[in-house]
C-alpha cells in the first residue's frame, strides 16, 4: 500500500507542476499579447503624454522651434484622433504660434473628447504662465464636466488650490455654489439625509468628554437604577459642548496654503497626463494580471491582487463622503484645512439635524431614584429651580432627615422588640428556675447530690434570665442605637455626594442648553466666505519663467541663425490667453 500511495502522490505532484508551468505559460502568452495590443492600439499615447508632461519645460527652454512643436503635436493628434491630450496640447502649441483660429479648433476637439480634463489641464497650465484672468472660467468648465457621484481622486487637491486662491482669485466662490448644488441634490432623499444625519450623529458623539464617568460620579454610579441613562445624556451634553468649540476653533485657527501645493499641483498635471483612457486600461489590467499569475504561481490569488489594485486604482469619490470625510477628519489635532472648512459649511445643515436628535433623545428625568442599601431615596428635577445645586442640596438634607425619622422608629421599634423578648425570657427562666427548686426540695435531702445539681441549675437559668434582661439587653440595644447612627451618617454623606454629582451633572446640561442654540446660530451662518476669511493669504504665484532667447556660443551652427530669432526659437506665449471655445474670438 505505501508504493501505491508514493506513486500516487509522485502522480499528483507531476500534475500539479504541469497545471502550474501550463498556468504560467498562458499568462506569459496573454501578457505579450497585453503588450503587443497595447503598442498597437494606444503605443502612440505615450508619445503624447511625454510631450504634455514637458511641453511647459520645452517653451520655457527657449530653444524648440515652433514649427517643430506645431509638426510634432499636428501628427500626434492625426494619430490619436479618439485621445483627448493631443489636441490640447495641440491648442497649447497654437497659442504658442499666436493662431487663434487653430487654438480654437484645437482646444474645442479636446473639449468634446473630455471637457473636465482639458479644463482642468489648461487652468494648470495657465496658472504656470500667471494668467489669471481667465481662470475662473476655466475652472467653471472643469466643474461643469465633472460627476459628482465619481469624482477624481485628486479633487481634494483642486478644492485646495482654488479656495486658496493659486488657481484664480474668482475662483472660489463658483466651486462653492458648486459643491452645494451637488450636496443637496445628492443629500435631497430621506434615505440620504437620515444616513448622513446619522454619521453625524456618530461623529458629535465622538467629541464627549473622554474618561470612565463612572470613575467621575461614583456615588450615581453605585447608586441610582437609571445611571445609564444619566451616563448618556452627560456624553450627549458634553458632545454637545465640545462641538460647539470644536467648529469655532477650527475657524478661528484658520487654514493655511500647504506648503506643498505647488508640487502637489505639478503631480495633477502629471497625473493627469498619465491617466489612462478606459479601453487603454482595459488592456492594461489584462496585463496586470499577467504578471500577478507569474508572480504568484497562482489564478486565485493572481485575481485577488488584481482586484485589490483595481479597487485602489478606481477609487473614486463620490461628493458625499468626501464632503462627510473632509468635514470630521480623523487626524483633528492637526491644523484644519480649506477643504474642511468648506465642508463644514456644506454639512451645516445636518450638523444642525445632529446635534438636535442626540440632545433630544436624552431628555431630563422628572425625578432621579437613589438606593441606599434597602432603602430609597429620590432627587426631584423636573424644573430648573428643582436642580440648582442649592435645591439638591436642600434635597439631599431633606432626605437624610426623612430617612433618620426612619431609621430611628426602626431603632425604637426594634429596641421595643428586643426588651418584650427579654421580658419574656427572664418570666421563662424565673419559672423553669422555680419548678426546679421545688423538684430539689421535694426529690429528698436537700443536701444530696441531685438536689444540689438541681438547684445549680436552676440558678444557672435564673442568672442566664437576668443578665439577658439587664446586661445583653443593654448591649444590644446600644448595637442597633450604633448601626442606625452609622446607617444616617452613611446616608447622609451618600445624597450629599449624590447632591453634588447631580449638581455637576445638570450645570453641564445647562450649559449645553444654553450652547445649543448658540450653536446652531453659528453653523448655519456660516458661508462661502467665512472660509475664505478663514484662509491665510496664499503665497504669490510663480512669476512668468521668461523664455530666454539663446546666445550666441549657445546657438547651432547655422549661417542664418539670426533668422531663427523670430521664428526658430520661442520667445514666449502671446500677449493674448486661452478662453473657452464659448466666448468670442
Same mark, same amino acid.
Given at each position: 500500500?505505501?508504493?501505491?500511495?508514493?506513486?500516487?502522490?509522485?502522480?499528483?505532484?507531476?500534475?500539479?507542476?504541469?497545471?502550474?508551468?501550463?498556468?504560467?505559460?498562458?499568462?506569459?502568452?496573454?501578457?505579450?499579447?497585453?503588450?503587443?495590443?497595447?503598442?498597437?492600439?494606444?503605443?502612440?499615447?505615450?508619445?503624447?503624454?511625454?510631450?504634455?508632461?514637458?511641453?511647459?519645460?520645452?517653451?520655457?527652454?527657449?530653444?524648440?522651434?515652433?514649427?517643430?512643436?506645431?509638426?510634432?503635436?499636428?501628427?500626434?493628434?492625426?494619430?490619436?484622433?479618439?485621445?483627448? $491630450?493631443?489636441?490640447?496640447?495641440?491648442?497649447?502649441?497654437?497659442?504658442?504660434?499666436?493662431?487663434?483660429?487653430?487654438?480654437?479648433?484645437?482646444?474645442?476637439?479636446?473639449?468634446?473628447?473630455?471637457?473636465?480634463?482639458?479644463?482642468?489641464?489648461?487652468?494648470?497650465?495657465?496658472?504656470?504662465?500667471?494668467?489669471?484672468?481667465?481662470?475662473?472660467?476655466?475652472?467653471?468648465?472643469?466643474?461643469?464636466?465633472?460627476?459628482?457621484?465619481?469624482?477624481?481622486?485628486?479633487?481634494?487637491?483642486?478644492?485646495?488650490?482654488?479656495?486658496?486662491?493659486?488657481?484664480?482669485?474668482?475662483?472660489?466662490?463658483?466651486?462653492?455654489?458648486?459643491?452645494?448644488?451637488?450636496?443637496?441634490?445628492?443629500?435631497?432623499?430621506?434615505?440620504?439625509?437620515?444616513?448622513?444625519?446619522?454619521?453625524?450623529?456618530?461623529?458629535?458623539?465622538?467629541?464627549?468628554?473622554?474618561?470612565?464617568?463612572?470613575?467621575?460620579?461614583?456615588?450615581?454610579?453605585?447608586?441610582?437604577?437609571?445611571?445609564? $441613562?444619566?451616563?448618556? =445624556?452627560?456624553?450627549?451634553?458634553?458632545?454637545?459642548?465640545?462641538?460647539?468649540?470644536?467648529?469655532?476653533?477650527?475657524?478661528?485657527?484658520?487654514?493655511?496654503?500647504?506648503?506643498?501645493?505647488?508640487?502637489?499641483?505639478?503631480?495633477?498635471?502629471?497625473?493627469?497626463?498619465?491617466?489612462?483612457?478606459?479601453?487603454?486600461?482595459?488592456?492594461?489590467?489584462?496585463?496586470?494580471?499577467?504578471?500577478?499569475?507569474?508572480?504568484?504561481?497562482?489564478?486565485?490569488?493572481?485575481?485577488?491582487?488584481?482586484?485589490?489594485?483595481?479597487?485602489?486604482?478606481?477609487?473614486?469619490? @463620490?461628493?458625499?463622503?468626501?464632503?462627510?470625510?473632509?468635514?470630521?477628519?480623523?487626524?483633528? =489635532?492637526?491644523?484644519?484645512?480649506?477643504?474642511?472648512?468648506?465642508?463644514?459649511?456644506?454639512?451645516?445643515?445636518?450638523?444642525?439635524?445632529?446635534?438636535?436628535?442626540?440632545?433630544?433623545?436624552?431628555?431630563?428625568?422628572?425625578?432621579?431614584?437613589?438606593?441606599?442599601?434597602?432603602?430609597?431615596?429620590?432627587?426631584? #428635577?423636573?424644573?430648573?429651580?428643582?436642580?440648582?445645586?442649592?435645591?439638591?442640596?436642600?434635597?439631599?438634607?431633606?432626605?437624610?432627615?426623612?430617612?433618620?425619622?426612619?431609621?430611628?422608629?426602626?431603632?425604637?421599634?426594634?429596641?421595643?422588640?428586643?426588651?418584650?423578648?427579654?421580658?419574656?425570657?427572664?418570666?421563662?427562666?424565673?419559672?423553669?428556675? #422555680?419548678?426546679?427548686?421545688?423538684?430539689?426540695?421535694?426529690?429528698?435531702?436537700?443536701?444530696?447530690? $441531685?438536689?444540689?445539681?438541681?438547684?445549680?441549675?436552676?440558678?444557672?437559668?435564673?442568672?442566664?434570665?437576668?443578665?439577658?434582661?439587664?446586661?445583653?439587653?443593654?448591649? =444590644?440595644?446600644? @448595637?442597633?442605637?450604633?448601626?442606625?447612627?452609622?446607617?444616617?451618617?452613611?446616608?447622609?454623606?451618600?445624597?450629599?455626594?449624590?447632591?453634588?454629582?447631580?449638581?455637576?451633572?445638570?450645570?453641564?446640561?445647562?450649559?449645553?442648553?444654553?450652547?445649543?442654540?448658540? $450653536?446652531?446660530?453659528?453653523?448655519?451662518?456660516?458661508?462661502?466666505?467665512?472660509?475664505?476669511?478663514?484662509?491665510?493669504?496664499?503665497?504669490?504665484?510663480?512669476?512668468?519663467?521668461?523664455?530666454?532667447?539663446?546666445?550666441?556660443?549657445?546657438?547651432?551652427?547655422?549661417?542664418?541663425?539670426?533668422?531663427?530669432?523670430?521664428?526658430?526659437?520661442?520667445?514666449?506665449?502671446?500677449?493674448?490667453?486661452?478662453?473657452?471655445?464659448?466666448?468670442?474670438?
Amino acid at each position: 500500500m505505501s508504493a501505491i500511495s508514493e506513486l500516487q502522490q509522485t502522480v499528483d505532484t507531476f500534475v500539479t507542476e504541469y497545471r502550474r508551468d501550463r498556468t504560467i505559460q498562458t499568462a506569459y502568452n496573454e501578457l505579450a499579447e497585453a503588450k503587443r495590443e497595447l503598442e498597437q492600439e494606444f503605443g502612440r499615447y505615450k508619445e503624447v503624454r511625454e510631450l504634455a508632461a514637458g511641453i511647459i519645460y520645452l517653451v520655457d527652454s527657449g530653444y524648440i522651434s515652433r514649427s517643430v512643436i506645431l509638426d510634432v503635436t499636428e501628427r500626434l493628434t492625426i494619430q490619436t484622433p479618439r485621445y483627448w $491630450l493631443a489636441p490640447a496640447i495641440l491648442a497649447v502649441a497654437a497659442w504658442l504660434d499666436d493662431d487663434a483660429d487653430r487654438y480654437f479648433d484645437s482646444i474645442s476637439s479636446a473639449l468634446t473628447l473630455n471637457p473636465s480634463k482639458t479644463a482642468l489641464f489648461m487652468t494648470l497650465l495657465l496658472r504656470h504662465q500667471a494668467r489669471t484672468e481667465v481662470m475662473r472660467e476655466w475652472i467653471g468648465s472643469y466643474l461643469a464636466g465633472l460627476e459628482p457621484t465619481n469624482l477624481p481622486t485628486d479633487f481634494a487637491v483642486v478644492i485646495e488650490a482654488v479656495t486658496g486662491g493659486t488657481l484664480g482669485a474668482g475662483s472660489a466662490p463658483q466651486l462653492a455654489r458648486r459643491m452645494q448644488d451637488w450636496y443637496q441634490h445628492a443629500s435631497s432623499s430621506r434615505d440620504v439625509e437620515a444616513e448622513e444625519i446619522g454619521q453625524w450623529e456618530r461623529n458629535l458623539l465622538s467629541l464627549a468628554a473622554a474618561g470612565n464617568y463612572a470613575e467621575q460620579f461614583p456615588a450615581l454610579a453605585q447608586s441610582s437604577p437609571t445611571w445609564e $441613562l444619566l451616563r448618556k =445624556r452627560h456624553e450627549v451634553n458634553t458632545a454637545i459642548e465640545a462641538a460647539d468649540q470644536h467648529f469655532r476653533s477650527r475657524f478661528d485657527d484658520g487654514a493655511e496654503v500647504p506648503a506643498d501645493l505647488d508640487e502637489k499641483i505639478s503631480l495633477l498635471l502629471k497625473h493627469l497626463a498619465e491617466d489612462p483612457d478606459p479601453a487603454e486600461d482595459q488592456i492594461l489590467r489584462k496585463a496586470r494580471r499577467a504578471e500577478a499569475v507569474i508572480e504568484t504561481q497562482d489564478d486565485a490569488a493572481a485575481e485577488r491582487r488584481v482586484a485589490a489594485d483595481d479597487a485602489d486604482r478606481s477609487r473614486a469619490l @463620490n461628493i458625499l463622503s468626501l464632503v462627510t470625510r473632509a468635514a470630521f477628519p480623523s487626524g483633528r =489635532r492637526q491644523p484644519p484645512t480649506m477643504t474642511e472648512l468648506l465642508a463644514i459649511v456644506l454639512s451645516k445643515r445636518f450638523i444642525n439635524g445632529a446635534a438636535e436628535n442626540i440632545h433630544g433623545k436624552h431628555q431630563r428625568f422628572d425625578s432621579v431614584q437613589i438606593r441606599l442599601g434597602q432603602r430609597h431615596s429620590k432627587f426631584s #428635577c423636573a424644573t430648573a429651580a428643582e436642580v440648582t445645586p442649592d435645591a439638591l442640596r436642600r434635597q439631599a438634607e431633606d432626605s437624610a432627615e426623612e430617612l433618620a425619622g426612619e431609621i430611628d422608629h426602626q431603632i425604637f421599634q426594634q429596641g421595643k422588640g428586643l426588651r418584650r423578648r427579654a421580658s419574656w425570657r427572664l418570666i421563662v427562666a424565673a419559672v423553669v428556675s #422555680c419548678g426546679l427548686l421545688a423538684t430539689a426540695l421535694l426529690s429528698g435531702p436537700v443536701t444530696s447530690s $441531685l438536689a444540689i445539681f438541681i438547684l445549680a441549675v436552676a440558678l444557672v437559668i435564673l442568672g442566664y434570665g437576668v443578665l439577658d434582661r439587664f446586661l445583653l439587653l443593654r448591649r =444590644r440595644l446600644r @448595637n442597633i442605637t450604633d448601626g442606625g447612627q452609622q446607617e444616617k451618617s452613611s446616608i447622609e454623606r451618600t445624597l450629599n455626594r449624590v447632591s453634588n454629582e447631580l449638581a455637576s451633572l445638570f450645570s453641564q446640561e445647562q450649559r449645553s442648553g444654553d450652547i445649543l442654540p448658540a $450653536l446652531r446660530d453659528y453653523l448655519l451662518r456660516l458661508t462661502a466666505d467665512d472660509v475664505r476669511r478663514a484662509t491665510r493669504l496664499a503665497p504669490q504665484l510663480s512669476q512668468i519663467l521668461a523664455l530666454p532667447g539663446p546666445l550666441d556660443n549657445e546657438m547651432p551652427g547655422d549661417a542664418d541663425s539670426n533668422e531663427g530669432n523670430e521664428d526658430r526659437y520661442a520667445r514666449g506665449f502671446p500677449e493674448w490667453t486661452p478662453q473657452l471655445p464659448t466666448r468670442a474670438r
